[in-house]
T-cell receptor
């Protein structure tokens, strides 16, 4: 079953505007973490922002903020004041804290391609 | 540069050949992960090491895939008897402590093309 769903294959935004990238997730674990990564054409996955399941406030990192709605199981990424360099693939990922197995890893969605135009 | 490095960045091979990818994690990171990313998909978890111990390998795609981390530092991912379906980007990531936020630091990947 898909654990991370990103329904927007592509998004277009003009420079300096804000954009929201959608992410919904599915888990029955009470403890989990949600991440957003950026993947430019070079291939490297760049960590952007993190939200823990017990965090009371939405995470913010510079121009990035995470709109966390726990009851709806959504963790949308908001990029304010888009820049040309923001053009890239964006992946939502979830860490599930599987104590029994003794390790955790990230499960990724299919990604959203963001194109920022001048 | 103290990031995760992967080698080679690109590999073109013929079907049936063996290929090996190397990953050098961030030096103080004891946890190392391999992921595979096919076109239009997000990264897919393959295997995990804590120091030199391979704690999860059931997600390796077939018995043609194997990984090692002999001294708990660099790691290799080998694919034997490559098939065209193995064409993908192979990403390595490392982390220090999963009890914190658990962010993974990724390398730039090794892109495999099987002809």
């Amino acid at each position: 079953a898909q654990k991370i769903t990103q329904t927007q294959p592509g998004m277009f935004v003009q420079e300096k505007e804000a954009v929201t990238l959608d992410c919904t997730y599915d888990t029955s674990d009470p403890s989990y973490g949600l991440f957003w990564y950026k993947q430019p054409s070079s291939g490297e996955m760049i960590f952007l922002i993190y939200q823990g399941s017990y965090d009371q406030q939405n995470a913010t990192e510079g121009r990035y903020s995470l709109n966390f709605q726990k009851a709806r199981k959504s963790a949308n990424l908001v990029i304010s004041a888009s820049q040309l360099g923001d053009s890239a693939m964006y992946f939502c990922a979830m860490r599930e804290d599987t104590f029994l197995s003794g390790y955790s890893t990230l499960t990724f969605g299919k990604g959203t391609m963001l194109l920022v135009s001048p | 540069d103290t990031g995760v490095s992967q080698d080679p960045r690109h590999k073109i091979t013929k079907r049936g050949q063996n290929v090996t990818f190397r990953c050098d994690p961030i030096s103080e990171h004891n946890r190392l992960y391999w992921y595979r990313q096919t076109l239009g998909q997000g990264p897919e978890f393959l295997t995990y090491f804590q120091n030199e111990a391979q704690l999860e390998k059931s997600r390796l795609l077939s018995d043609r895939f194997s990984a090692e981390r002999p001294k708990g530092s660099f790691s290799t991912l080998e694919i034997q008897r490559t098939e065209q379906g193995d064409s993908a980007m192979y990403l390595c990531a490392s982390s220090l402590e999963w009890r914190e936020i658990g962010e993974l630091f990724f390398g730039e990947g090794s892109r495999l093309t099987v002809l």
